[in-house]
């Protein structure tokens, strides 16, 4: 038996304080912080789009949660790296959640900035990631994804939403190692314990489901959105992923991150493992419409070229006329790409796009670029993630 999942009703997002307040206590992630002096949320914030359009975390859901957390005295912060890579900062400008949590008092952070810490090798063939210091330097961090339907992975829940601790480039380049559903899933569920064994400290998973997303469950039509009236909450990512994949209308075996959880002892074995406190997620009403596939997932190597096209698609190059050599850029590449020759700043082919470097210059002097002929996938991107970029 896991700890326990909590289920609750909740039509509107100006009413989920109260449920948010009760989840965490059921739950008992709210014992956990008891004492804890800052958190990390880790929303979804795949792309820029508005919260109506309802593929990223709403506003007012981690407003709300923020308050819950800030009357116990915690300091809270709210990071993710965009899937729209080298966008971060417009993004959480475009889905509202920059100002909505300034607002509040929150903190807003990339996960692209850097510093970053290397996490130790795994899988065949072995693949090291690194991830942001920030989420070492909390007390928890809590994974707070939207329910949303997902081509590849059937639902993007908790656990998928860990694609976002990696900076930049890195989350295209782990699908290029790791294609296929099951290696991606077990990628992820190894990402999850690399970085808990590195000093994570994962509090636990609070679902956004009050408006869900079915269909493609991306920005391309049709993708219905739902008054799902769905919040739950858990200590343990594959158990709430697993009871809100059963509330969506989904068999727990049907989806790569539920089956491998299940297959390798990582997540409960069936609906019966859980601790289930609220209604019975089988009756939680119309399942979401199913994802249907998207040709770039279909085989092995159609997702191997498209996400290595999709990791290809910036590079961070230096404007030589603005840099002043501080040399910021050497100090915090993870990678050491970035060199000083003859007075000039140099990035090299071990490059990984992380992209810390153009969003830690002092002197904006390390811009993108898009090489040619995939700017015009760069550009459709933007335009259909994020109405207009503020840097180009
Ligand atoms: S040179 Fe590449 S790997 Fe190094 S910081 Fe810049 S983007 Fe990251």
């Given at each position: 038996?896991?700890?326990?999942?909590?289920?609750r009703r909740c039509q509107d997002y100006d009413t989920a304080e109260p449920v948010l307040?009760?989840?965490?206590?059921?739950?008992?992630?709210?014992?956990?912080?008891?004492?804890?002096?800052?958190?990390?949320?880790?929303?979804?914030?795949?792309?820029?789009?508005p919260p109506e359009?309802c593929?990223t975390t709403d506003p007012r859901f981690l407003v709300a949660l923020t308050r819950?957390?800030?009357?116990?005295?915690?300091?809270?912060?709210?990071?993710?790296?965009?899937?729209?890579?080298?966008?971060?900062?417009?993004?959480?400008?475009?889905?509202g959640v920059?100002?909505a949590?300034?607002?509040?008092?929150?903190?807003?952070?990339?996960?692209?900035?850097?510093?970053?810490?290397?996490?130790?090798?795994?899988?065949?063939?072995?693949?090291?990631?690194?991830?942001?210091?920030?989420?070492?330097?909390?007390?928890?961090?809590?994974?707070v994804?939207k329910l949303?339907?997902?081509?590849?992975?059937?639902?993007?829940?908790?656990?998928?939403?860990?694609?976002?601790?990696?900076?930049?480039?890195?989350?295209?380049?782990?699908?290029?190692?790791?294609?296929?559903?099951?290696?991606?899933?077990?990628?992820?569920?190894?990402?999850?314990?690399?970085?808990?064994?590195?000093?994570?400290?994962?509090?636990?998973?609070?679902?956004d489901g009050i408006w869900a997303?079915?269909?493609?469950?991306?920005?391309?039509?049709?993708?219905?959105r739902?008054d799902f009236g769905l919040v739950?909450?858990?200590?343990?990512?594959?158990?709430?992923?697993?009871?809100?994949?059963?509330?969506?209308?989904?068999?727990?075996?049907?989806?790569?991150?539920?089956?491998?959880?299940?297959?390798?002892?990582?997540?409960?074995?069936?609906?019966?493992?859980?601790?289930?406190?609220?209604?019975?997620?089988?009756?939680?009403?119309?399942?979401?419409?199913?994802?249907?596939?998207?040709?770039?997932?279909?085989?092995?190597?159609?997702?191997?070229?498209?996400?290595?096209?999709?990791?290809?698609?910036?590079?961070?190059?230096?404007?030589?006329?603005?840099?002043?050599?501080?040399?910021?850029?050497?100090?915090?590449?993870?990678?050491?790409?970035?060199?000083?020759?003859?007075?000039?700043?140099?990035?090299?082919?071990?490059?990984?796009?992380?992209?810390?470097?153009?969003?830690?210059?002092?002197?904006?002097?390390?811009?993108?670029?898009?090489?040619?002929?995939?700017?015009?996938?760069?550009?459709?991107?933007?335009?259909?993630?994020?109405?207009?970029?503020?840097?180009?």
């Amino acid at each position: 038996m896991t700890s326990p999942v909590v289920l609750r009703r909740c039509q509107d997002y100006d009413t989920a304080e109260p449920v948010l307040q009760e989840v965490l206590e059921a739950s008992g992630i709210a014992r956990d912080l008891q004492g804890a002096r800052r958190v990390l949320l880790k929303p979804n914030q795949v792309m820029g789009l508005p919260p109506e359009r309802c593929r990223t975390t709403d506003p007012r859901f981690l407003v709300a949660l923020t308050r819950v957390l800030q009357r116990r005295g915690i300091e809270v912060l709210v990071g993710d790296s965009a899937g729209l890579i080298g966008f971060t900062g417009p993004v959480m400008q475009a889905t509202g959640v920059q100002e909505a949590m300034e607002r509040q008092g929150a903190k807003v952070v990339s996960l692209d900035v850097g510093p970053f810490r290397l996490l130790p090798p795994s899988g065949r063939p072995p693949v090291a990631l690194f991830v942001s210091e920030v989420l070492f330097q909390v007390d928890g961090v809590l994974s707070v994804p939207k329910l949303v339907t997902h081509p590849l992975m059937g639902l993007s829940l908790s656990l998928k939403n860990l694609m976002g601790i990696l900076p930049g480039a890195l989350k295209p380049s782990l699908h290029v190692f790791r294609p296929g559903r099951d290696a991606l899933a077990e990628a992820l569920l190894d990402l999850h314990r690399l970085s808990a064994e590195a000093g994570v400290q994962w509090a636990g998973a609070v679902v956004d489901g009050i408006w869900a997303l079915g269909g493609r469950g991306g920005a391309v039509p049709p993708s219905p959105r739902y008054d799902f009236g769905l919040v739950a909450g858990g200590r343990d990512l594959a158990a709430v992923d697993l009871a809100c994949a059963v509330a969506a209308g989904f068999s727990p075996g049907e989806l790569p991150l539920c089956r491998q959880a299940m297959r390798s002892g990582r997540g409960p074995a069936s609906l019966e493992d859980l601790a289930l406190d609220g209604p019975d997620p089988r009756s939680w009403g119309p399942p979401l419409e199913r994802p249907g596939e998207d040709w770039a997932e279909r085989t092995t190597w159609s997702t191997r070229v498209y996400y290595f096209l999709r990791s290809r698609l910036v590079r961070p190059a230096v404007d030589r006329t603005r840099c002043r050599g501080h040399q910021r850029c050497v100090a915090v590449c993870p990678v050491s790409a970035v060199s000083r020759q003859g007075g000039r700043t140099i990035i090299g082919r071990d490059c990984v796009r992380c992209l810390a470097c153009v969003e830690q210059c002092p002197e904006g002097a390390i811009g993108l670029r898009s090489p040619w002929p995939l700017g015009f996938l760069y550009r459709r991107r933007i335009r259909g993630g994020l109405g207009r970029p503020d840097r180009s």
